[in-house]
């Protein structure tokens, strides 16, 4: 069963047509990861699907419900989380602070969900050692984790997340990729815009591949994971290249 789906989705920003009718599927329960070179539409995608931009014609439906023309909180309330590229953490704020602000239940700390912490804390380790910390202190992979915890701090049905391995040093990306594997092991339903092919390669069960402003390949992970070929046509890359 598809969560979320695009159909024929066009997005005009100003002059600019951003979006040539995206078909997309996220199924239920999987790791969908949205692929394609830099300015293929990825991004686009996940600002059109959250309501930051407003599709032209097509349809934005998510659990059977069209959220095509909803405001971005009206869709977030719907229990879709996102992380953007550049993270928009609160720098002067501490990590607890970023947190309960996402926190939809939560007045003040003590409200948190213990339990629900304690699950982070073991997703993040990171985030127990500087939870008192300035957030803006923290070292890029740091952050991420902070911007990934507080999309999870209460249970969410969807969470996009735009490019989490971005600048980030090789051992970082390791710990990430560890991270969202036992995220992926509760079946949390993620959709993953990524430019690292190993990162894709190591989480996606299927895969959305963008071009000018549409999808041109959809599938299977593991398929083209094993075509070099196809990589090549479709990316430009080769898994081999990047091992």
Known sequence: MNLLELRGVHTHVGAYHLLHGVDLAVPAGQVT???GRN???KTSTLRTLMGLWTASTGSVTFKGED???????DIASRGIAYVPEAMGIFGELTVAE??????????????????????????FPALKTFWTHPAGKLSGGQK?????????VEPRELLVIDEPSKGLAPAIVANLISALRA???????????????RVAAELGDSVAVMDDGRVVHCGA???????AS????LLGLSLGAHQ
């Open 183 to 197: 995220l992926k092991a509760t079946q949390t339903t993620v959709l993953l815009v990524e430019q690292n092919f």
């Open 98 to 123: 970023n947190l309960l602000l996402a926190a939809r239940s939560a007045k003040r700390l003590a409200d948190l969900d213990a339990r629900r912490l304690e699950w982070l804390f073991g997703l």
């Open 221 to 227: 992970m593991r398929e083209l994971i094993e075509d």
């Open 230 to 233: 196809l990589q090549q046509r």
């Open 144 to 152: 991420q984790m902070v911007a990934i915890a507080r999309a999870l």
């Open 33 to 35: 990861m949205l692929l």
């Open 39 to 41: 300015g293929a539409g």
């Open 67 to 73: 959220i095509t023309k909803l405001a971005t909180p």
